[in-house]
Every structure is written in structure tokens, then in C-alpha cells.
């Protein structure tokens, strides 16, 4: 089974927001667990780096993805608040990624309907041959074959950060990502169950904190002919889903 490691980025307590009240710390956490979703759906072992309230230093968050055949940090960006647009950084040391990169940040820049800045590498300017950026530079360290930094559109952009407030946006954004890393790892995307009531109606099943009760909200909507799971009792299925889907597996 392929493994996917999601960075949600920074910690509670980051300012980084936007003009009219996002946080990028808690919307990233939300398009991470989202993500993580699309990818188990798909059939890919999809874990974060940490629990909601963890801070983690940069090296540890790369460090809790060591056995993964991917990893990706998400972050939203800022600049001059004019600035719209997506852009997903590679390692300079995987330039094969860059083609990777690119499907990415074209992808996230269609969902969101704003410029892709597309595929861009930072090197270290202390330490040349390294990249620039710690969590990067950590996670190629632990020998992670494909890894990337995306940023998810400006969030003090007002369009940007418009986009990114809205729940079922993000839910775009997670399954654009999945799609590309799909093709990425040579395993099929499967898409959401149109005839159930989808996590992107996240006014009832998500409010920005995941517990259980909304993973059995979420489940118990999963008619039975649809569920792929190998385990034959919906309880088991559902105890498993917890245990997988929303402990933080390192
Ligand atoms: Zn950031």
C-alpha cells in the first residue's frame, strides 16, 4: 500500500491570516484531514504529521514521514494582499519532481480559478545543494522520494481568501491534490460518492475539530454496496476508520 504523509502546515497560535478572518493554520488543517479523506478513499495509506494542537519543529514534521512514498506540506501564501495564485515547491534535489510539482499547482490553480505560479525549487543560500526550506530539507533527509510544499492560493488576497474559507472549496482543493497524487503513485482515483451525503457538506459533519461523532455521521451515510472496506461488519469498519482516519498514526 502507498503512503502518503500531509504537513498540515503551521500550528494554533500562527497569525498568518487573511483580511476578513482566515487562519491559514486552521484552514490548512481542514484541507489536510480533507486530503487524508480522498486519499484513504483511493486506497492510499494517508497519514498527517501531527495531531490538531501539536507544534512541531520543522525536522520532526519530515522525521513523521519517513516510511512515506510522498509527502506534502500545505500552507496558504501572502504578499502584497494583490498577489492571487498557486504555486508548489519540489526539492533540489528531486528534479524529476518538477513535473510533479507543476501537475499540482496547475491543478489546485484550476480548482481555485486563480493564476498558476506552478512548479518553483528554493535552494539553501548558506547551504548549497539543500533546499531552502526546513520541512523540505527534513523530509528528504529521512529519504522520501517525492516531496512538496504547496501554497494553496494568497489568503490575503480578498478572492483567494474568499475561496479558501468556504469548506466544500477546500474539499475541491483536497481532491484535486488527490487526483494528481493518485497518477503520481500509479493508483486509481476513485471519486466521492455522488449519491452520498459528502464530506464537503461541512456545515453537519465538520466543524473545524474532527471526533468521532462526525466520522460516524460521515460513515453512517456509506450505503453498504458502496463500502470497499475488507471488513465485513459496518461496527469493525467504523472502530477501523477511527483508528486510521483520525489518530495521528506516528
Ligand atoms: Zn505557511
Not at 507543476?102 to 548558506?126: F, H, I
Request: charged content about 25%; hydrophobic content about 35%; overall charge positive.
Amino acid at each position: 500500500m502507498k503512503k502518503v504523509t500531509i504537513d498540515p502546515g503551521h500550528a494554533p497560535g500562527n497569525a498568518n491570516s487573511g483580511p476578513t478572518g482566515y487562519y491559514e493554520h486552521a484552514g490548512m488543517w481542514k484541507l489536510s484531514n480533507f486530503l487524508k479523506n480522498a486519499l484513504w478513499r483511493c486506497g492510499i495509506n494517508a497519514a498527517l504529521t501531527r495531531t490538531q494542537n501539536e507544534d512541531l519543529a520543522l525536522a520532526d514534521r519530515g522525521a513523521r514521514g519517513w516510511d512515506s512514498d510522498v509527502f506534502i506540506s500545505e500552507h496558504s501564501n501572502a504578499a502584497s494582499g494583490q498577489t492571487r495564485g498557486t504555486e508548489c515547491f519540489y526539492s533540489v534535489r528531486s528534479p524529476g519532481d518538477k513535473v510533479w510539482a507543476g501537475k499540482l499547482s496547475a491543478a489546485v490553480a484550476k480548482a481555485m480559478g486563480n493564476n498558476d505560479r506552478g512548479a518553483k525549487k528554493r535552494e539553501s543560500e548558506t547551504t548549497k545543494g539543500y533546499d531552502y526550506y526546513g520541512v523540505i530539507r527534513s523530509t528528504v533527509a529521512v529519504g522520501v522520494p517525492h516531496v512538496f510544499l504547496i501554497e494553496n492560493g494568497f489568503h490575503d488576497n480578498a478572492a483567494d481568501e474568499a475561496f479558501l474559507k468556504n469548506d466544500e472549496n477546500l474539499c475541491l482543493i483536497a481532491e484535486a491534490q488527490a487526483k494528481v497524487l493518485c497518477e503520481l503513485l500509479g493508483v486509481k482515483y476513485i471519486e466521492p460518492n455522488k449519491g452520498v451525503q459528502p464530506m464537503t457538506k461541512t456545515k453537519i459533519l465538520y466543524n473545524g475539530n474532527l471526533d468521532s461523532r462526525q466520522l460516524i455521521t460521515r460513515e453512517a451515510a456509506q450505503p453498504p454496496a458502496r463500502d470497499r472496506s475488507p471488513f465485513a461488519s459496518p461496527s469493525v469498519h467504523l472502530h477501523a476508520a477511527v483508528d486510521r482516519g483520525f489518530q495521528n498514526i506516528q
